[in-house]
């Protein structure tokens, strides 16, 4: 069956800007999360999506948003963008219903770079 | 969040065992032991998960302490393409709840031929 689809893979952005990524999560899943990865902070919780609603979060700024639609698809937003934001964004879907046994299927990423 | 101790780095021979350890002292009840991998310019995999009995599956063994306070995932033969960064996550129960993973820096295996 299909992986975890992430697009675009690559992007560049320029300080200030905003960009949108998307994560489409494996037929059935219903639980999408989201990480960001940079090479100074390794990879860090951003959110996660469970049938449209928030389930939890990480401790990042307002400027990081996300939304899942009812096709469970999910896309993350960042607003006012920063040289920091430059970083490999992991998308991963899992059946989302048992804590702390899911098994997370991440995707490629998208690289966004922030000039 | 409870937390997990890995080696930074580790090396083994190609097809020789590798056992790479994780210390997770403050580990809850309800806390499952995962066990995540990613290979160069790739998302991480999961390799596998347990809870309290050792776990075997196809790509390696889970080896968890009667305590709980450490496991070990075993490679049985390592191999070229094994060569990765390794993740020893805690989940579930007061780790964070649902899917969310607390990675550390995880410990880097190098294999070779």
């Known amino acids: 069956k299909a992986g975890v689809t992430q697009t675009p893979r690559y992007l560049i952005k320029t300080r200030g800007q905003q960009v949108t990524l998307s994560c489409s999560p494996i037929?059935?899943?219903?639980?999408v999360s989201w990480y960001q990865q940079t090479p100074g902070q390794g990879l860090q919780f951003l959110f996660e999506?469970?049938?449209?609603?928030?389930?939890n979060k990480g401790n990042f700024p307002g400027r990081f948003s996300g939304r899942q639609f009812s096709n469970s698809r999910s896309e993350m937003n960042v607003s006012t963008l920063e040289l920091g934001d430059s970083a490999l964004y992991l998308c991963?879907?899992?059946?989302?219903?048992?804590?702390?046994?899911?098994?997370?299927?991440f995707g490629a990423g998208s690289r966004l770079t922030v000039l | 969040d409870a937390k997990t101790t890995q080696p930074n780095s580790m090396e083994s021979n190609e097809e020789e065992p590798v056992h790479l350890p994780c210390n997770h002292s403050?580990?809850?009840?309800?806390?499952?032991i995962h066990w995540y991998r990613q290979l160069p310019s790739q998302g991480p995999e999961y390799v596998i998960h347990?809870?309290?009995s050792n776990v075997n599956n196809r790509m390696a063994s889970l080896a968890i302490a009667e305590d709980r306070k450490s496991s070990t995932l075993i490679l049985h033969r390592a191999t070229l393409r094994d060569a990765a960064v390794y993740y020893c996550?805690?989940?579930?129960?007061?780790?964070?709840?649902?899917?969310?993973?607390?990675f550390g820096a995880g410990t880097r295996l190098a294999v070779h031929p």
């Open positions: 347990g809870l309290t």
């Open positions: 999506y469970f049938s449209e609603t928030q389930r």
């Open positions: 403050t580990i809850s009840g309800t806390d499952y």
């Open positions: 996550i805690l989940s579930g129960g007061f780790s964070g709840g649902y899917n969310k993973l607390i």
């Open positions: 037929s059935g899943h219903r639980s």
């Open positions: 991963a879907s899992s059946p989302g219903q048992s804590a702390g046994a899911n098994v997370l299927t």
